[in-house]
């Protein structure tokens, strides 16, 4: 197969990654949310099945799929040579995106850290000081979620051109941090 045709599958697996790993993103705020009032309403094995089911998202299909757009995007990296000041602006956006992961999980892990499950595998509820995820903290990490997918999407799309280059052009190179952080490395060549 030629380079291109490569190119383009690499370039699909990223995007449909990325769709899958922002879409579940964008789910988890709002799966969570829902065990508010639900022990009340509905008892413990329903909270249970929530937070499986949330799990089952976080560890079965989000996690993966943040893993293999982070990967694909590696590779397409060495495949286009990418290194202009568009890129490090997506870059930006994709670190909001990680963090977003990283406390969606987190909040997801205290939410439902009051579920366990008896030996005899009767949900168990203890109660605790994060059995609920308040609307405002779901609508934030929504938000952020939101702003860093847009991001990313404006910055791919978009390819905003920073004049940054006047102010150090070898830092957009390969290699280019180097020149700046070098004098600061004690494991660098002398």
């Not at 286009?80 to 909001?96: L, Q």
């Not at 987190?106 to 203890?126: K, N, T």
């Not at 978009?158 to 290699?175: D, N, R, T, Y």
Request: hydrophobic content about 50%; proline content about 5%.
């Amino acid at each position: 197969m030629s380079f291109e045709i490569w190119l383009w599958a690499v370039k699909l697996v990223h995007i449909a990654a990325i769709c899958i790993w922002v879409g579940g993103l964008l789910a988890m705020p709002y799966l969570t949310w829902q065990r508010h009032g639900l022990l009340r309403e509905e008892g413990p094995e329903a909270v249970h099945r929530l937070h499986r089911m949330v799990r089952m998202l976080h560890v079965s299909l989000v996690s993966p799929f943040a893993v293999l757009a982070i990967g694909s995007g590696i590779v397409l990296i060495f495949m286009r040579d990418t290194y202009g000041p568009w890129f490090a602006i997506k870059m930006a956006f994709v670190a909001v995106l990680v963090l977003a992961h990283n406390l969606a999980n987190r909040v997801q892990r205290q939410v439902f850290a009051d579920s366990e499950l008896d030996p005899d595998g009767e949900a168990r509820m203890r109660g605790g000081d994060h059995a609920n995820l308040s609307g405002g903290r779901a609508l934030a990490l929504g938000v952020m979620i939101a702003i860093g997918s847009s991001g990313v999407l404006l910055a791919v799309l978009g390819k905003p051109q920073l004049h940054l280059l006047s102010i150090s052009p070898e830092l957009f190179q390969p290699g280019g941090l180097g020149v700046w952080l070098g004098p600061l490395n004690p494991f660098g060549t002398r």
